[in-house]
């Protein structure tokens, strides 16, 4: 409650924000959002959202830290590049250690000791994508652990249960996952499923004063059932929602219109959180689409091979090319590895320590979070549009190859490039 | 480079063998220093392993003098040519001086390479072979502060004959000879510092002979080669040692290569050693383990504590003391050392060290380390280095402090205890 009593002395005078606030005071959830600025062209909107351990500004991008640790990256690293809310895998921290573990260390922020806020997944989506022989039933995710071979149920109970004793500011409810590119009844039942299940979650939860629930919109890539979804889920008085069921192969096109559509009838007082997109282009072009929060292992997992994300696209640093190039990664970059290494002694470091890796690390976490700053700012300032162009132009070496799905989600939202 | 101005100078000499001192003149202006005993700074291509500025300035009392190897840095000649500025500047190392070594202490190197002309170094690319013309061109481009001129250091093994021995002993002289004229010709390595390599293998008069030739030259240090951990037992190291030390000049230093457990850094300190490298807490980093002997000897009222912690090593029960004198040792554990990996720390939210003020100590527990490890999370390495360096260091420290308050023996009694019938069987 401390967060909601925090925001209330810094509260806004314009009518929304007082609205939005008694909304939240009357759930009763440890989450406030406040609309900073909207974009009066697209749906992208700025927001201070308010969560028990700091305040996030939105858009977000929330870099994954599966094991309760960001890939080599110690949480004052992580902290210093200004992250304020990073993800934890309910599905491998519920493995080990282990829940009661963890609550014995104060939950996940005591056990990895971060200060900050911290989302974790349901498991869900890990299960059925991780282990083979997993078997979706009405009471939840059966399973073999991979580590005793022995059976285990994951229901929507189990899981909150488990995010309860990781303690994060913001749980996800269990969904049952279809693959995107699914079609045909699977999809309305895990629709309806996870609508079930919601209610399960909810009524599960133990800590709604300290941990947020947010409900997961499912429906694959039909409209309607995305629909039904949308009404059934936004009648729930949850904290915040997200977009699930979607960047898992699906087209573009396909995968644009289900977050628009899903932007349009979520609640505007509330957060959306984009499930599992990273990709800088994506990120920019789903903020304008409405979003609020995003993550994704993708910057992580590829700096590790040595891929460092630049304005222009990606930098392969252990490329021969780099060998004897003299300059930062991003001369306009000012992450810690830019400031100090060049290129060609990253090329070589490659060859000699692990090091490298977390200088990769470093420069892509700095570098989404810095693209979700300059989003932001543009957005608050008023000039978002054409910040989406600039970006674009700078990604692409020419016009024809802006991708055709972000020129059309860019125009449904009033957004042409020339 | 007669008028080396690398100069030892000593506080305390105690039964005229350990040496306490400050090693001034250092840097190509000559204003740089360092404590010994002491030792350097391990790297590879000029990073602490695992770690980045950040992660290593977590750390204080760094020592001065950071070492980079050649086997690391071979390979990557053409760029550094090209770059033309020094390795230490594009490495992006700013406030340190740099000492360059033939082989990575860390890292085993295949014998029988080595020619009469010729040594190998190993990279990641594979093997590279130096003559002393490219051994020569590598420092003029690396510009160290100091470096070790090039040997032949073959003779670590056991029963490596006596010719052999007298040939790797032959062969470094003439390296260094050939090193010292290419040296005094070029203007690059204005102000640098070489050390010449002692050799010798386990045969005495070699040693000593090695030793006598090399104190001849314009040197401004020694190196001595091939008394590593793992090649003899510290009674041999300790007799060869002291013959060696000698026969060369008290007020130039004497880097000691491959030794860094602290039981033997302590006898070879105790045998006039100087320097020494700190491999040794990466090897243990790389095990999964981390440093937790007692060094302590302030009669401070925090002792009560560290008690405890030496009391818990003592009856920790499946830790390994390294006995055996075989190279795999050095991949084992050792009794200075705890295991994270053990089940027993799984739910342990102790830090590291008790009262350890390292970045790591202060932030985290031992469970969490224990859950890094068996995830084979990157940030265990990490952290485990953060510890071991500042660990390894702060004993570096509290030996000097012994050496100082005429306490040696008591510091020997706590780092030494722990390791029982082991220490008793050995000295
Ligand atoms: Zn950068
Ligand atoms: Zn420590």
Redesign the pocket.
Known sequence: MAAVIECGADIDTTPENHMSLKKTLSSASPLTLRIVAECSVTKARACDLVLPHCTVSTPVFMPVGTQGTLKGITVDQLEGLGCQICLGNTYHLGMRPGPDLIEKANGLHGFMNWKRNLLTDSGGFQMVSLVELSEVTEEGVKFKSPYDGKEILLSPEKSISIQNSLGSDIMMQLDDVVSSTVTGPRVEEAMHRSIRWLDRCIAANKNPDKQNLFAIIQGGLNADLRKTCLDEMTKRDVPGFAIGGLSGGEEKDDFWRMVTLSTDHLPREKPRYLMGVGYAVDLVVCVALGCDMFDCVFPTRTARFGSALVPWGSLQVKHKQYAKDLQPIDPDCKCPTCKRHSRAYLHALFKSDTAAMHHITIHNIAYQLTLMRSVRQSIVEGHFPEFIRTFMKRMFPSRDQYPSWAVDALASVNVTLE | MAGSRMKLEFSRVIQGRSRLGVLKGLGRNGQDSMEVPGCLLYTHFGTVPHLTQDTLHTLSNLPSVTQVTLSNIAEHQEVLEEFKDGFRKFAGLHDTLLYCSLHDPAAPCPTGYTTNKTVSVWGSGGRIELTVAKFMALQKIVQPDWYQSMADGETWQNNTSRKRVRKSVDRTLTHLDECLVVHQNSQELDGVEVFGVVEGGDILEERVRSARETAKRPVAGFCLDGLQTGSMDQTLRTQLIAAVTKELPEDKPRLLQGVGRPDEVLACVEAGMDLFESFFPFQVTERGC?LCFDFNISPDPERAVLELNGGERDTAGETQPNGDHNLDDQTQMTSFEIDLKDKRYQDDFR???EG???????NHQRAYLHHLLVTNELLAGVLLM???T??YHGFFGALREALANDQLDLLKDRVLRGRGGQTERKE
Request: hydrophobic content about 30%; aromatic content about 6%; proline content about 6%.
């Open positions: 981390a830090p590291l060290v350890c003020g390292c970045y790591c100590c202060k953060i510890h071991n500042a660990h």
